[in-house]
């Protein structure tokens, strides 16, 4: 059986969820795409400079899974990012509420902290980059084991639906994860209790060094999802308006009950698995690959769907031209200023927050009783 | 049947009724609380510790789990995380293994990682322990791997007044507590007790003196407590006072019964039967030298099982695990040092 490629499921309305955003929210998406780029290109810069320490895993070209994801969420929902997904901390619930810090998750404040290893991060630095959440804003902390928020997410679901709240978890996961055991039995126990369990694949082709298919023999890995009797999408993880609308399916689908569902989201890794690894990925992974993988850049695909439904002149978006750019050769000036400006408020925000005290690396091992 | 006041043998109550009481009243005190595992529901568990449960709190509450112990573990946080208490039983503790990673890596350091903004009320408890033909796994004393793994609290009760007031502790303890519960013990009548009407509480961290003695001190838990008690009652047909303590509780660890004991008795000998190489009774051995090594009259010394695995046949099994004999012949030499 072939998987659901595009057909949304029966419970979705019958209009592409994307066509009934209103011309601010499509520009509002593209902004979010400039965002996460910028924050990206950002980070390599700084790294370059030696100013970070740790490794940088780029989600260069794969910003519309995260933007298109997230929109289709309310604050409610919860979410676990992994290692790429950086920008997902400080784009939880951003939609309509830009500059309104004290209504999302996380501020990029404190995403930036996190990543400087300061004392202002959420976890006080005290496990790095992406290992960071808040339970307040609704975000799981990961650890590094890959796939292993899944679970986590299911129990959560579970204990909310008895409570009769409607919050539906995202776990994001690379494509490779899903050889893990955990992924397995996660999504199973969450598909015996039709939790409200999203499982988002964002498949980059890569795993590290190893490609998709010596971890899965499937040509769309959605088609997984048939195993575990739920449905699995196959989105365009370039194409930022298809994620939202695989989304907002798969939202409805587990807010009504339904239970829990996989998307696809088929994409391509920009660099090396981390910083560390952008020469030898260039020698492993062959150019014309690379290229090809490449060439359909999120902010282009976004742009060219903003002029064709007449929301943006073909001047207009030729303005900033962050997309099809490597990111050492991109600039600030092409990116709107108030993206720019918005990180560098995280940046200078982090680089003056203070180191925490030594002391408290032997603190909070367990929670004091009486 | 029914029981009457003046028949005080009938109310004595087995380790396994003492537990299934402690996780049923805090299940009926603790609207909040879930428990979860394999069997625990229709079944009522492998070994019947929550049986009925199911069928009073429900079968949300009562969770039938599939056989996917990395996820009943995982899914345990995530119900942390949304404020649950959680009772997670392992059929039996040798499959602990298979949830290990969301145990140490995920449970057990939420706390510290969120620097105290998360908590992990979770209790994981289920069968264990040797010296009952259960061959490899279904025998293990695997604690010495969540000893090593900082942010888990354990237990090992070894009678059932202590399993239903630690038992309840640990369900309100806001961190994770693994319980190791002795599947010899559960059922056998020797040591079947009365148990107080009101509600009682045994704080975690506080060990017992079984026995008092002056010659000797006897460290241990689990079902080598009776071991212990057994040779000292041998030894004491020889002229040798032993003092047998029993921990009750491996971390945190009540150094200070210890130390007492040991500057009373002047001489230690700490029995286990986990396995030797980085087993909890190295570690004790050393604890006794930090602090008082000058009390000392001879060596530490620990008894454990051989470095191998729990064998089937019943004469390779009782050969790797400590005895009565080995405890009292340890014992000797160490008094006799
Ligand atoms: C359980 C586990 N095994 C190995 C690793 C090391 N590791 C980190 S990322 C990674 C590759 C992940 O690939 P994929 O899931 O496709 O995500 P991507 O990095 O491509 O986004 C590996 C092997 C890990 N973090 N966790
Ligand atoms: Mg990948």
């Known amino acids: 059986m072939p998987a659901q490629k595009s057909a949304p499921p029966k419970t979705a309305s019958p209009a592409r969820p994307s066509d009934l955003l209103t011309k601010e929210e499509h520009l509002e998406l593209l902004k979010h795409l400039y965002l996460a780029r910028y924050f990206d290109v950002r980070l390599i810069k700084e790294k370059r400079r030696g100013r970070l320490t740790g490794t940088l895993y780029s989600s260069h070209n794969q910003e519309a899974i995260l933007a298109g994801t997230l929109y289709a969420l309310k604050s409610t929902d919860w979410i676990s990012p992994i290692h790429r997904d950086m920008p997902a901390f400080f784009m939880k619930d951003l939609r309509g509420k830009w500059g309104q810090d004290d209504r999302i998750a996380m501020t990029v404040e404190e995403v930036c902290s996190q990543v400087w290893g300061r004392s202002g991060s959420p976890g006080r630095a005290r496990d790095n980059w992406s290992h960071i959440g808040s339970k307040s804003g609704h975000i799981i902390h990961s650890t590094s084991m890959l796939a292993g928020t899944i679970p986590v997410a299911a129990g959560l679901a579970y204990a909310n639906k008895l409570d009769g709240g409607d919050a539906v978890v995202v776990t994001y996961n690379g494509e490779g994860s899903t050889a893990q055991g955990v992924f397995h039995e996660a999504i199973n126990f969450a598909a015996v209790h039709k939790l409200p369990v999203i499982t988002i694949i964002e498949n980059n082709q890569w795993a590290y060094g190893t490609p998709t298919?010596?971890?899965?023999?499937?040509?769309?890995?959605?088609?997984?999802?048939?195993?575990?009797?739920?449905?699995?999408?196959?989105?365009?993880?370039?194409?930022?308006?298809?994620?939202?609308?695989?989304?907002?399916?798969a939202v409805e689908y587990a807010r009504t009950g339904a239970g829990p569902s996989i998307i696809e989201c088929k994409t391509f890794r920009a660099y090396g698995h981390g910083d560390h690894d952008d020469d030898r990925a260039a020698r492993y992974r062959p150019t014309d690959d690379v290229n090809k993988g490449r060439e359909r850049d999120p902010i282009a695909v976004c742009k060219r769907i903003l002029v064709e439904k007449g929301m943006m002149t073909q001047a207009e978006a030729a303005q900033y031209a962050a997309e099809g750019k490597g990111a050492p050769q991109t600039k600030d000036e092409d990116f709107p200023p108030e993206v720019v400006e918005y990180l560098k408020r995280g940046v200078e925000y982090a680089i003056k927050s203070p180191l925490p005290d030594a002391a408290e690396g032997a603190m909070w091992v367990f929670r004091e009783t009486n | 049947?029914?029981?009457?006041?003046?028949?005080?043998?009938?109310?004595?109550?087995?380790?396994?009724?003492?537990?299934?009481?402690?996780?049923?009243?805090?299940?009926?005190?603790?609207?909040?609380?879930?428990?979860?595992?394999?069997?625990?529901?229709?079944?009522?568990?492998?070994?019947?510790?929550?049986?009925?449960?199911?069928?009073?709190?429900?079968?949300?509450?009562?969770?039938?789990?599939?056989?996917s112990e990395a996820a009943i573990c995982g899914s345990a946080v995530g119900m942390a995380l949304a404020g649950k208490t959680v009772m997670v039983e392992m059929q039996f503790i040798d499959f602990i293994s298979c949830g290990f990673d969301q145990i140490v890596n995920m449970m057990a350091t939420y706390h510290y990682r969120t620097a105290g903004e998360v908590s992990?009320?979770?209790?994981?408890?289920?069968?264990?322990?040797?010296?009952?033909?259960?061959?490899?796994?279904?025998?293990?004393?695997?604690?010495?791997?969540?000893?090593?793994?900082?942010?888990?609290?354990?237990?090992?009760?070894?009678?059932?007044?202590?399993?239903?007031?630690?038992?309840?502790?640990?369900?309100?303890?806001?961190?994770?507590?693994?319980?190791?519960?002795?599947?010899?013990?559960?059922?056998?009548?020797?040591?079947?007790?009365?148990?107080?009407?009101?509600?009682?509480?045994?704080?975690?961290?506080?060990?017992k003196i079984r026995r008092e003695g002056t010659d000797i001190t006897l460290v241990t838990y689990g079902q080598n407590v009776y071991h212990c008690l057994d040779a000292a009652q041998k030894l004491a047909d020889q002229g040798v006072s032993a003092e047998v303590i029993d921990l009750r509780s491996l971390?945190?660890?009540?150094?200070?019964?210890?130390?007492?004991?040991?500057?009373?008795?002047?001489?230690?000998?700490?029995?286990?039967?986990?396995?030797?190489?980085?087993?909890?009774?190295?570690?004790?051995?050393?604890?006794?030298?930090?602090?008082?090594?000058?009390?000392?009259?001879?060596?530490?010394?620990?008894?454990?099982?051989?470095?191998?695995?729990?064998?089937?046949?019943?004469?390779?099994?009782?050969?790797?695990?400590?005895?009565?004999?080995?405890?009292?012949?340890?014992?000797?030499?160490?008094?006799?040092?």
């Open chain 1, 213 to 249: 298919h010596l971890e899965y023999p499937l040509e769309d890995f959605a088609r997984r999802a048939d195993g575990y009797g739920i449905p699995g999408w196959v989105a365009d993880g370039q194409d930022v308006f298809d994620v939202y609308d695989k989304m907002v399916a």
């Open chain 2, 1 to 67: 049947m029914s029981v009457t006041a003046d028949a005080p043998a009938t109310l004595k109550k087995n380790y396994l009724t003492a537990l299934k009481e402690a996780i049923d009243e805090e299940m009926t005190q603790n609207p909040n609380m879930i428990c979860i595992g394999e069997d625990i529901g229709i079944l009522g568990g492998a070994f019947g510790v929550t049986e009925g449960l199911q069928a009073k709190h429900g079968a949300s509450r009562v969770i039938d789990a599939p056989i």
């Open chain 2, 251 to 337: 971390n945190p660890l009540d150094e200070e019964t210890i130390v007492n004991s040991v500057k009373k008795t002047n001489r230690v000998l700490v029995v286990n039967e986990a396995p030797r190489t980085c087993g909890f009774a190295g570690e004790i051995v050393a604890r006794v030298n930090e602090l008082c090594f000058e009390h000392l009259d001879a060596p530490a010394l620990r008894l454990t099982r051989m470095d191998t695995p729990v064998p089937w046949a019943k004469p390779l099994e009782l050969h790797v695990l400590p005895s009565v004999d080995q405890i009292v012949e340890t014992s000797l030499k160490i008094v006799r040092f």
């Open chain 2, 120 to 207: 992990m009320p979770i209790v994981l408890r289920g069968p264990a322990g040797a010296y009952s033909g259960g061959a490899l796994y279904h025998s293990q004393m695997n604690e010495a791997w969540f000893l090593n793994s900082p942010g888990i609290k354990v237990i090992c009760p070894s009678t059932p007044y202590d399993a239903k007031g630690l038992m309840k502790a640990a369900l309100r303890d806001p961190n994770p507590v693994l319980v190791y519960e002795i599947k010899n013990l559960y059922r056998m009548r020797d040591i079947e007790e009365e148990l107080p009407e009101e509600e009682y509480i045994i704080p975690l961290g506080k060990a």
